[in-house]
């Protein structure tokens, strides 16, 4: 999979428009020399840690199990990375994600919805996470397109009320999903594939889809880059910054409705400081924070690297103050080579 | 009876390869002509076999949360320790983490590598139940320790401590030196209020002060941190003019309250901690503030699962019971420390 380069020039939507076509064109032969050249850097990045973790840990690191075990892991935080790219690159920013997980995954297996699950579908569990997830989406979309609250307050807002309305809902117990169902298909793997790393791909791929190929991802970029110009080209900002939200929060759901699966358990800790982990994937991919530009495919490589990283100091028995630090370091490493790929196409434009 | 566990040894040796190899080597290991070393058995006074003589190799898994308070730091230092100590056991140790789905990754990697045996203190027991049952499954022998999994199946052995038994023990040494003061005032620092570790502390605290008149006069609750038991031994200390005895349940959040407490200038009125640090132990020995006695939660338990993981695949029993299996359930016992007794408990004190 490769990507075109979704930056646009700052100012001119209708020009850009009309440019559509040759730009198309250009995409296709610039594919590998401006994606593949981003996109790179992180791929090499990948290789060196898979490297190490060949070196060190040898056949246990190679096996299909271990592979699958790190797409397990990086499924999660994979989804929520997928929502917070279009946050990130409509220039705003979303705390809440981890905390929205935690109160999707609770709300979908209080008793009530767990009878309710058992007396119809399990998949009623799955609409009520992605609805808890998609509502508070959409408060904080509101609350920061006409609300005007600055989106890191609003969304700071949300991840401390969303985490304690959690802890009320579940009493700070923890909930065990009992409609067999729901585990069935979330613990279970279609083509020895687990069903969390498909619904990653899944979500990868729509995600991919919507940013590059649609006007909505189009109009993304636009916002992110400038709002002023986006809004005199005639796109609906407002309604299109709170879209951004409620679709994080939708990631956030699915998630929730993951985390379930994947731990049989709804927790008012689940999903704690995923926020960060979502922001420093979608950074390192190569997404700009400052909007106007963004990378699916970045952010699954982004993710990829951070659960690679755990896998090999797993293998390896290192501690977790080292891998922090060894986070720590990626991420600064990441920002400073954006800073200088910025700043020359900043130069070049 | 006493044929059966041997007939059912027979059965599955005749039945499954696998099983009699580990069956095998367990008996062997475990006859008398297998000379003990002497430094194994020097380092555990009071073993009556030759259990800690060098057996086949152990590869043990272990994961715990995040080392983040005091006692959490100790299960995972004393669990290193203990599987340092055996020439036979090797250790894979995940990192600490408070995040379920890297501690689930954590025990699939276990799995991936065919560990013997997991040692797992899951950061939520409900949640880790599942990966658990999986490593069952796939002939790994799991220890759970100190937080229980939903699925009793889950785990070949759970190591526990006694939280009701904490309440009992420290209501119990209260009651005892109050001496029939049927008007006493009692006071409760508890930890985290909504977790069910400290409604059976409360519980079994409340009980054993019922069984000699008294009851809790004063109750707040703090969080297990330095700051929080110190706010909420502030306000205690401020709503109540005179105390005669109260109870922290927990030795990291007690360096707070005994500052508060020298804040205030009380000292009308004993202490009694919770959980065993080694701060709280050398101030009952030194004997010069208001803290008598504390009550321990082991912060060994993990330690104990290690030895525990170590006889399950080398197919040895607890050899000071006469069961030739290791039993499926060990609860720690929660002795009240004191004066009298400290430097019983001293080297197993944790620092906090």
């Not at chain 1, 619904?199 to 940013?211: P, R």
């Not at chain 1, 927790?267 to 979502?278: I, P, R």
């Not at chain 2, 008398?32 to 070393?37: A, F, L, M, N, R």
Request: proline fraction near 3%.
């Amino acid at each position: 999979m490769s990507e075109q380069d979704v930056t646009i020039p700052a100012a001119d939507e209708s020009a850009r428009v009309e440019k559509e076509a040759p730009a198309a064109r250009e995409r296709r032969s610039g594919l590998l020399h401006g994606a593949a050249g981003r996109n790179l850097g992180l791929v090499i990045a990948l290789a060196v840690l898979c490297l190490v973790g060949v070196i060190t840990a040898g056949d246990r690191f190679v096996g299909t199990a271990n592979i699958l075990t790190i797409l397990r892991l990086a499924a999660v935080t994979g989804v929520l990375s997928i929502g917070m790219t279009f946050v990130i690159t409509g220039a705003g920013i979303d705390l809440s994600v981890g905390s929205v997980l935690g109160l999707s995954s609770v709300w979908a297996s209080t008793v009530a919805t767990q009878t309710m699950a058992q007396d119809t579908h399990w998949i009623v569990m799955v609409g009520c996470a992605l609805l808890v997830g998609l509502g508070a989406g959409i408060v904080n979309g509101v609350l920061i397109a006409y609300g005007k609250v600055v989106a890191f307050i609003a969304t700071l807002a949300m991840m401390v009320s969303a985490r304690g309305l959690a802890e009320i809902i579940a009493n700070r117990q923890t909930q065990v999903v009992e409609v067999q169902g729901f585990l069935d298909f979330f613990s279970g793997s279609f083509l020895g594939v687990p069903a969390l790393v498909w619904i990653f791909a899944v979500v990868s791929v729509i995600g991919w889809v919507l940013l590059n190929r649609t006007t909505f991802g189009r109009r993304t970029v636009a916002v992110g880059g400038n709002p002023e110009a986006a809004r005199l080209a005639g796109i609906n900002v407002k309604r299109h910054t709170m879209y951004l939200y409620a679709l994080a929060g939708l990631a956030a759901g699915i998630g929730g409705v993951m985390m379930l699966g994947r731990t049989t358990a709804g927790s008012s800790t689940n999903g704690q400081f995923y926020e960060l982990d979502a922001i420093a994937a979608v950074v390192v991919g190569g997404t700009l924070l400052a909007g106007g530009r963004g990378t699916i495919v970045g952010t699954v490589l982004g993710v990829l690297i951070f659960s690679t990283l755990t896998n090999v100091f797993t293998q390896n028995n290192l501690s977790i103050s080292a891998q922090a630090v060894a986070k720590g370091v990626i991420i600064v490493v990441a920002v400073l080579l954006q800073q200088r790929i910025a700043e020359r196409s900043r130069a070049g434009t | 009876m006493s044929a059966g566990p041997l007939r059912r040894r027979w059965l599955a040796a005749a039945g499954a390869t696998a099983a009699l190899a580990l069956v095998v080597t367990g008996c062997t290991s475990n006859t008398p002509d297998e000379t003990p070393s002497d430094t194994a058995a020097a380092a555990q006074p009071g073993a009556t076999s030759d259990n800690d003589a060098p057996g086949d190799k152990v590869v043990i898994g272990f994961s715990a949360p995040a080392a983040d308070h005091g006692w959490m730091g100790a299960i995972t230092k004393s669990a290193v320790a203990e599987a340092g100590k055996f020439s036979d056991v090797e250790l894979k140790q995940a990192e600490g983490t408070n995040d379920v789905n890297v501690q689930i990754s954590q025990i699939e990697q276990f799995i991936n590598d065919k560990v013997d045996a997991i040692v797992l203190l899951p950061f939520d027991g409900a949640a880790l139940t599942e990966v658990a049952s999986k490593a069952m499954k796939a002939g790994i022998v799991v220890v759970n320790v100190d937080r229980e999994f939903s699925d009793p199946n889950a785990a070949r052995t759970t190591v526990l401590g006694d939280n009701y038994g904490m309440g009992v023990s420290a209501g119990q040494y209260i009651c005892d030196q109050l001496g029939g003061k049927s008007d006493a005032k009692v006071a409760e620092i508890a930890g985290i209020d909504s977790l069910p570790l400290t409604q059976d502390r409360s519980k079994g605290f409340a009980d054993a002060l019922g069984q000699c008149g008294l009851k809790v006069s004063n109750r707040v609750a703090a969080d297990f941190t330095v700051q929080g038991g110190n706010a909420a031994a502030a306000s205690l200390l401020q709503a109540a003019p005179k105390l005669d005895a109260i109870w922290n349940h927990d030795d990291d959040q007690g360096v707070g309250v005994l500052a508060a407490i020298k804040d205030a200038g009380r000292d009308e009125f004993f202490m009694v901690g919770g959980a065993g640090s080694k701060n709280v132990m050398d101030a009952i020995k030194a004997d010069n503030t208001v803290l008598k006695a504390t009550v321990i939660y082991p912060s060994t338990q993990a330690a104990d699962g290690i030895r525990l993981a170590r006889l399950l695949v080398q197919g040895k029993a607890m050899s000071d019971l006469v069961e030739v299996e290791v039993p499926r359930k060990v609860q720690l016992y929660a002795p009240v420390v004191t004066k009298a007794n400290v430097d019983q408990y001293l080297p197993t004190a944790f620092e906090s």
